[in-house]
């Protein structure tokens, strides 16, 4: 595959490239505004049109950096990040608090981050709420009825992936030629954790994306819905995919969407097969049994 | 297996997974679901010429305490440091699920259905999160365990143990803390970062992983109760792991709600508070947080007996 263009880096003029021309007000989102500019400058989070409809955009700024917490730059998203993160979805819920479900504002994540802050102030204070708070936030969101769609352009990063992504009802990815890294390591490092040389890992990540790097592994296992060869598809892909969200979501298929709905996916692309074997035996036994717990009356 | 009774006084710290599982319900309630007999082990292990468990490393199963139905999760820290993969992943993620369709199923068959008697979640977290072996696969059950933990939300709640010895790391720090409640051990830890990971980024003056106390106090059951990132820190046995389920089990689910350190807008503010005081005070090590909290001594926090330190520490407040 031919090398093209990279947007690691630019989310920033991801933004300007998906939303509708000029539209993006940058730190409102409702009645909300993030007006102080050293607070969790590594998030952008804002407000934006996209054909028409109002969405919340939220993105990190690769060329930002955090004085407060030195480890926090390049994308890096910290504990006043996860929380600004936090904040914008709690803002978009509060925003539509009174629509019914069908009109609740999509949320899109523009999606180039390396990880989450690992430094010592990070640990004392506690970096796994921060995180773990903004994946509450977007999975209310979703299961309120906002669509969230996760557009990929660059690093999604293991538990950086998972703050800001793996929550969302779809995630899209611009393919392998733009340099997009889905990962949770290099190949090269888990060979070197798990000792296991690098040939014959590459040669077994080709019948088995289990373990390798990059986002066609994740379509095979259904961790990304869909891959995006341009970088003009990105618009068109994210306003398809809320159509098909917002559909999904009004026929009450919720189970289609987020990161259940991408495990049946993964079992339908034949990349993660165990998993439905395991859950269905599950169920069989709990059924079983399941008297035996449930009140004497 | 040991006899129930002569699981209770054991050693949390030291025990299994399958003799937590046990020992934290009442005798002879424990059904295992997707045990080792069912024999699903990781494929992708397999394939890399690795040894497989015929559990995968983690044990699922429910029973009782009391009149409360509690679906257990329970992680083995011995094989390949109690990581997720897809088997182990999958188990973990419809114990949730089928913890939630069974309260849903009796709150609709029998109105009168009192709190102690709805189901609860129990997870004893002994992980450094994703198996590397089958990475990809372990990160997307991680985002399914959330997506489980929020759909639990105001129903079945989600009582999270951690003092296990390889602690709570990784990806399942973050699980761990979107939990409704948290019970530790002072043995227990509980972070994102793994210290070693940290002295990596970050240089060895900075954070020495091989000093053991300053990990403990950085991510320690005592250092996380003073932050108020566990709700009770109890001693290293599973009996007194058990009692406290047993009394958060019989709380309405309402209470849950106060017990949280995240999942709302009001809790986002408050662990905002911490984060500026993080800003502030640049603590150089988390004594210097335990100080701002209100203790004149916090070298003496770390080794006096648990029952004095929880009779007399100042847990900080934002």
Same mark, same amino acid.
């Given at each position: 595959?031919?090398? =093209?263009?990279?947007?690691?880096?630019?989310?920033?003029? /991801?933004?300007?490239?998906?939303?509708?021309?000029?539209?993006?007000?940058?730190?409102?989102?409702?009645?909300?505004?993030?007006?102080?500019?050293?607070?969790?400058?590594?998030?952008?989070?804002?407000?934006?049109?996209?054909?028409?409809? =109002?969405? =919340?955009?939220?993105?990190?700024?690769?060329?930002?950096?955090?004085?407060?917490?030195?480890?926090?730059?390049?994308?890096?998203?910290?504990?006043?990040?996860?929380?600004?993160?936090?904040? /914008?979805?709690?803002?978009?819920?509060?925003?539509?608090?009174?629509?019914?479900?069908?009109?609740?504002?999509?949320?899109?994540?523009?999606?180039?981050? $390396?990880?989450?802050?690992?430094?010592?102030?990070?640990?004392?204070?506690?970096?796994?709420?921060?995180?773990?708070?903004?994946?509450?936030?977007?999975?209310?969101?979703?299961?309120?009825?906002?669509?969230?769609? /996760?557009?990929?352009?660059?690093?999604?990063?293991?538990?950086?992936?998972?703050?800001?992504?793996?929550?969302?009802?779809?995630?899209?990815?611009?393919?392998?030629?733009?340099? =997009?890294?889905?990962?949770?390591?290099?190949?090269?490092?888990?060979? @070197?954790?798990?000792?296991? %040389?690098?040939?014959?890992?590459?040669?077994?990540?080709? /019948?088995?994306?289990?373990?390798?790097?990059?986002? &066609?592994?994740?379509?095979?296992?259904?961790?990304?819905?869909?891959?995006?060869?341009?970088? %003009?598809?990105? @618009? $068109?892909?994210?306003? &398809?995919?809320?159509?098909?969200? &917002?559909?999904?979501?009004?026929?009450?298929?919720? %189970?289609?969407?987020? $990161?259940?709905? @991408?495990?049946?996916?993964?079992?339908?692309?034949?990349?993660?097969?165990?998993?439905?074997?395991?859950?269905?035996?599950?169920?069989?036994?709990?059924?079983?049994?399941?008297?035996?717990?449930?009140?004497?009356? | 297996?040991?006899?129930?009774?002569?699981?209770?006084?054991? *050693?949390?710290?030291?025990?299994?997974?399958?003799?937590?599982?046990?020992?934290?319900?009442?005798?002879?309630?424990?059904?295992?679901?997707?045990?080792?007999?069912?024999?699903?082990? *990781?494929? #992708?292990?397999?394939?890399?010429?690795?040894?497989?468990?015929?559990?995968?490393?983690?044990?699922?199963?429910?029973?009782?305490?009391?009149?409360?139905?509690?679906?257990?999760?329970?992680?083995?820290?011995?094989?390949?440091?109690? *990581?997720?993969?897809?088997?182990?992943?999958?188990?973990?993620?419809?114990?949730?699920?089928?913890?939630?369709?069974? #309260?849903?199923?009796?709150?609709?068959?029998?109105?009168?259905?009192?709190?102690?008697?709805?189901?609860?979640?129990?997870?004893?977290?002994?992980?450094?999160?994703?198996?590397?072996?089958?990475?990809? +696969?372990?990160?997307?059950?991680? +985002?399914?365990?959330?997506?489980?933990?929020?759909?639990?939300? #105001?129903?079945?709640?989600?009582?999270?143990?951690?003092?296990?010895?390889?602690?709570?790391?990784?990806?399942?720090?973050?699980?761990?803390?979107?939990?409704?409640?948290?019970?530790?051990?002072?043995?227990?830890?509980?972070?994102?970062?793994?210290?070693?990971?940290?002295?990596?980024?970050?240089?060895?003056?900075?954070?020495?992983?091989?000093?053991?106390?300053?990990?403990?106090?950085?991510?320690?059951?005592? #250092?996380?109760?003073?932050?108020?990132?566990?709700?009770?820190?109890?001693?290293?046995?599973?009996?007194?792991?058990?009692?406290?389920?047993?009394?958060?089990?019989?709380?309405?689910?309402?209470?849950?709600?106060?017990?949280?350190?995240?999942? *709302?807008?009001?809790?986002?503010?408050?662990?905002?508070?911490?984060?500026?005081?993080?800003?502030?005070?640049?603590?150089?090590?988390?004594?210097?947080?335990?100080?701002?909290?209100?203790?004149?001594?916090?070298?003496?926090?770390?080794?006096?007996?648990?029952?004095?330190?929880?009779?007399?520490?100042?847990?900080?407040?934002?």
């Amino acid at each position: 595959m031919e090398a =093209t263009e990279t947007m690691m880096g630019r989310g920033r003029d /991801a933004i300007d490239m998906i939303v509708d021309a000029g539209s993006f007000t940058e730190g409102t989102i409702g009645a909300s505004t993030f007006d102080d500019p050293e607070f969790g400058p590594g998030a952008v989070i804002g407000t934006a049109s996209l054909e028409g409809d =109002t969405v =919340t955009i939220i993105a990190s700024d690769a060329n930002a950096f955090n004085e407060k917490f030195p480890v926090v730059y390049a994308g890096i998203i910290g504990m006043e990040e996860g929380y600004k993160m936090a904040q /914008a979805v709690y803002a978009s819920l509060a925003a539509d608090a009174d629509k019914p479900a069908e009109e609740k504002r999509p949320l899109v994540l523009i999606v180039d981050t $390396p990880g989450n802050g690992p430094g010592k102030v990070e640990e004392i204070f506690g970096m796994n709420k921060a995180t773990g708070a903004y994946q509450l936030a977007l999975a209310e969101a979703r299961l309120a009825g906002h669509p969230i769609v /996760a557009m990929v352009i660059g690093r999604a990063i293991s538990g950086a992936f998972l703050c800001h992504g793996l929550q969302a009802d779809h995630i899209v990815s611009l393919d392998a030629n733009f340099g =997009t890294m889905i990962h949770v390591m290099p190949l090269t490092s888990v060979s @070197r954790i798990i000792r296991k %040389d690098l040939e014959t890992l590459q040669e077994l990540s080709k /019948a088995n994306p289990v373990f390798a790097a990059g986002p &066609r592994f994740f379509y095979a296992l259904g961790g990304v819905e869909e891959l995006v060869g341009e970088l %003009d598809g990105m @618009r $068109p892909a994210i306003a &398809r995919h809320i159509k098909t969200i &917002r559909d999904a979501k009004a026929a009450g298929h919720q %189970d289609e969407l987020g $990161p259940w709905g @991408r495990g049946e996916l993964g079992a339908e692309r034949q990349g993660r097969t165990v998993r439905p074997e395991v859950i269905k035996l599950m169920n069989q036994e709990f059924a079983a049994v399941a008297e035996k717990y449930a009140p004497s009356r | 297996m040991p006899k129930w009774k002569d699981l209770q006084e054991q *050693s949390f710290l030291e025990s299994d997974a399958r003799a937590r599982a046990i020992g934290l319900l009442d005798e002879g309630t424990f059904t295992e679901l997707a045990g080792p007999f069912d024999r699903f082990y *990781s494929p #992708h292990l397999e394939v890399l010429g690795e040894a497989v468990e015929f559990d995968d490393g983690l044990v699922a199963g429910v029973g009782k305490i009391g009149k409360t139905p509690v679906f257990v999760v329970s992680q083995e820290g011995r094989f390949i440091g109690g *990581s997720i993969g897809e088997v182990g992943g999958a188990k973990m993620v419809n114990t949730i699920r089928l913890a939630i369709e069974f #309260h849903d199923e009796l709150v609709t068959k029998y109105p009168d259905l009192s709190d102690e008697e709805k189901p609860v979640v129990v997870i004893s977290f002994e992980t450094g999160g994703v198996r590397l072996h089958e990475s990809n +696969a372990g990160l997307l059950a991680h +985002a399914e365990v959330m997506d489980q933990l929020q759909k639990a939300r #105001h129903k079945v709640p989600v009582i999270a143990l951690i003092g296990s010895k390889v602690g709570c790391f990784g990806g399942m720090g973050f699980v761990a803390a979107a939990t409704d409640a948290i019970v530790m051990s002072e043995f227990g830890r509980l972070g994102l970062t793994g210290p070693e990971v940290i002295e990596q980024e970050m240089g060895k003056e900075e954070f020495d992983s091989s000093d053991r106390a300053l990990v403990f106090r950085t991510t320690g059951g005592r #250092h996380k109760y003073i932050m108020g990132d566990c709700n009770a820190l109890v001693a290293n046995t599973i009996a007194a792991f058990r009692e406290a389920v047993a009394e958060l089990a019989a709380l309405p689910v309402a209470e849950f709600e106060k017990l949280r350190r995240i999942g *709302s807008p009001e809790a986002v503010e408050r662990q905002l508070r911490g984060v500026a005081l993080a800003a502030e005070m640049q603590p150089k090590d988390a004594r210097d947080v335990w100080a701002k909290a209100g203790n004149p001594d916090p070298v003496a926090l770390t080794d006096m007996p648990l029952g004095e330190f929880l009779a007399g520490v100042k847990r900080l407040s934002v």
